[in-house]
């Protein structure tokens, strides 16, 4: 292994440098996320929902998809 991959690895082995690796990645890969409001704010409730739903069901025993 290359004394530059060592590097990277104890770096990445840094949880401080590892968090802020990754936040800054994660800024530079997202779009930039404008207000949500009227029939966009309806819609993303319902699917919040949904979600929250099918998070809860798949515990259940009785529930055929798992």
Sequence with gaps: MS???RR???LLNDPRHR?????SLNRSTLDD???VGGDQE???LKELNEMA???RD???K???DR
């Design 3 to 5: 004394a530059k991959a």
């Design 8 to 10: 990277i690895l104890a």
């Design 19 to 23: 968090t802020r690796l990754l936040d």
């Design 33 to 35: 996320v404008g207000p």
């Design 42 to 44: 309806i819609k993303f």
């Design 53 to 55: 739903d099918l998070e």
């Design 58 to 60: 798949a515990g259940r």
């Design 62 to 64: 009785e529930c055929p």
